[in-house]
């Protein structure tokens, strides 16, 4: 019997469990999916419980459910190491030994070090988060609704604020701050242009050179020197590898993702994939994103099957079919195939893509209920669901 282990239960985790549990009665496999939570977030859509009314409920799998199905044990525990040497798992109440493992916990909201935002932030990790978001913006009236980062969430979580007031009728000041000089980071300077666009259609201000300087009972101070009273803060500025992958000593990038070599190996029983695995690809690492997630996922399960059956594994090959920036009132943009788009398409791409992708049947109708549901209420706003 061999022992394998799949640390997290995200996109690559679970795209690794569905490939080795078809080979667990034929090869013997003892297959064990650890995940700190019991349940697994379809992370895509968490922006859409704000503004489009998705129910958080229905983004989420129930993983010892899952994991029956897939012929494998479930351990609901956060993992506190990984001995690639001497091949165990710690957690927070086991150690577990396993002949392959699987790293794919993703990634999780960077606060930097700093504890104060950490306690005093809303963030977006989970369905659980968007529930606590959800939760504050209908129990308590701010003044302010700041949304940290200019990346992709924060983009979403800000239209979708906007979109959240719309249907309410009110007209709350929402602003995007970004430490560095633009939005978007690397993306092509049409795409920068064509959001900023829409964000000043939507009313949103955006600050960009700037930070959080300090928060205190919701006054917030910019490293600038603005202060803005009784404030909503919710975290985007960036992501990091879990913990136990930071105390690794591996090579890794500057957000803690472990570098893996062709096949995605770290070592020769050690797997990355996702957001936890830094892949090199023209020369630079291939960025976070759902599509190579779960390819990624899919080769790391082959090459575990591959090498038990002593066969040669299979190179990762990247095939990038493109990403889309989605905003809440369906001025979308993106690359597909190649080609630059904006509007309404790449927001029917966007949401085509998630139902596909949803972990089930009951999702998947639950999502596009509520999706029509949201059209139906901002056609005719008195319109009973």
Same mark, same amino acid.
């Given at each position: 019997?061999?022992?394998?282990?799949?640390?997290?239960?995200?996109?690559?985790?679970? /795209?690794?469990?569905?490939?080795?549990?078809?080979?667990?009665?034929?090869?013997?496999?003892?297959?064990?999916?650890?995940?700190?939570?019991?349940?697994?977030?379809?992370?895509?859509?968490?922006?859409?419980?704000?503004?489009?009314?998705?129910?958080? %409920?229905?983004? $989420?799998?129930?993983?010892?459910?899952?994991?029956? %199905?897939?012929?494998?044990?479930? $351990?609901?525990?956060?993992?506190?190491? $990984?001995? *690639?040497?001497?091949?165990?798992?710690?957690?927070?109440?086991?150690?577990?030994?396993?002949?392959?493992?699987?790293?794919?916990?993703? @990634?999780?909201?960077?606060?930097? =070090?700093?504890?104060?935002?950490?306690?005093?932030?809303?963030?977006?990790?989970?369905?659980?988060?968007? /529930?606590?978001?959800?939760?504050?913006?209908?129990?308590? #009236?701010?003044?302010?609704?700041?949304?940290?980062?200019?990346?992709?969430?924060?983009?979403?979580?800000?239209?979708?604020? !906007?979109?959240?007031?719309?249907?309410?009728?009110?007209?709350? !000041?929402?602003?995007?701050?970004?430490?560095?000089?633009?939005?978007?980071?690397?993306?092509?300077?049409?795409?920068?242009?064509?959001?900023?666009?829409?964000? !000043?259609?939507?009313?949103?201000?955006?600050?960009?050179?700037?930070?959080?300087?300090?928060?205190?009972?919701?006054?917030?101070?910019?490293?600038?020197?603005?202060?803005?009273?009784?404030?909503?803060?919710?975290?985007?500025? =960036?992501?990091?590898?879990?913990?136990?992958?930071?105390?690794?000593?591996?090579? %890794?990038?500057?957000?803690?993702?472990?570098?893996?070599?062709?096949?995605?190996?770290?070592?020769?029983?050690?797997?990355?994939?996702?957001?936890?695995?830094?892949?090199? &690809?023209?020369?630079?690492?291939?960025?976070?994103?759902?599509?190579?997630?779960?390819?990624?996922?899919?080769?790391?399960?082959?090459?575990?099957?591959?090498?038990?059956?002593?066969?040669?594994?299979?190179?990762? %090959?990247?095939?990038?079919?493109?990403?889309?920036?989605?905003?809440?009132?369906?001025?979308?943009?993106?690359?597909?195939?190649?080609?630059?788009?904006?509007?309404?398409?790449?927001?029917?791409?966007?949401?085509?893509?998630?139902?596909?992708? @949803?972990?089930?049947?009951?999702?998947?109708?639950?999502?596009?209920?509520? *999706?029509?549901? /949201?059209?139906?209420?901002?056609?005719? #706003?008195? &319109?009973?669901?």
């Amino acid at each position: 019997m061999k022992k394998i282990l799949i640390i997290g239960a995200g996109f690559a985790g679970l /795209s690794s469990l569905a490939v080795l549990s078809k080979f667990s009665k034929s090869l013997d496999l003892k297959i064990t999916l650890i995940n700190d939570k019991s349940d697994s977030s379809f992370l895509p859509m968490l922006p859409d419980c704000l503004g489009r009314g998705i129910n958080p %409920k229905n983004l $989420v799998c129930d993983l010892e459910v899952l994991s029956k %199905k897939n012929n494998s044990n479930f $351990v609901k525990d956060r993992v506190l190491g $990984v001995d *690639l040497i001497n091949k165990q798992v710690k957690t927070a109440t086991l150690m577990l030994d396993y002949d392959f493992l699987v790293i794919a916990s993703g @990634s999780e909201t960077n606060f930097y =070090g700093n504890t104060k935002i950490k306690e005093n932030a809303f963030k977006l990790d989970d369905a659980h988060d968007a /529930s606590l978001i959800i939760k504050a913006l209908q129990n308590k #009236p701010y003044d302010n609704y700041l949304v940290v980062g200019g990346g992709y969430t924060g983009i979403e979580v800000a239209t979708n604020l !906007r979109s959240y007031f719309k249907k309410r009728g009110l007209n709350k !000041r929402i602003t995007i701050i970004e430490r560095a000089p633009s939005i978007l980071g690397p993306l092509p300077e049409w795409m920068k242009d064509y959001v900023l666009d829409n964000l !000043r259609r939507l009313g949103i201000d955006i600050f960009t050179n700037s930070g959080i300087d300090a928060i205190e009972n919701g006054k917030v101070r910019l490293a600038d020197g603005r202060i803005f009273e009784n404030s909503m803060l919710i975290w985007a500025a =960036g992501v990091r590898a879990a913990d136990y992958i930071q105390n690794l000593k591996v090579e %890794k990038n500057p957000q803690g993702r472990i570098k893996v070599d062709e096949y995605l190996r770290v070592n020769g029983n050690c797997f990355a994939a996702g957001d936890a695995g830094f892949f090199v &690809y023209k020369d630079n690492f291939l960025r976070m994103a759902v599509q190579f997630a779960i390819k990624q996922g899919v080769c790391a399960g082959i090459n575990i099957v591959n090498n038990i059956k002593g066969k040669n594994l299979v190179k990762y %090959k990247p095939l990038d079919f493109g990403y889309i920036i989605p905003m809440a009132n369906n001025r979308s943009c993106g690359i597909i195939l190649g080609i630059n788009i904006g509007g309404l398409f790449p927001t029917f791409m966007h949401y085509f893509m998630c139902i596909y992708r @949803s972990c089930n049947f009951r999702n998947r109708i639950g999502i596009l209920s509520d *999706l029509i549901g /949201s059209s139906l209420k901002r056609k005719y #706003p008195n &319109y009973k669901i």
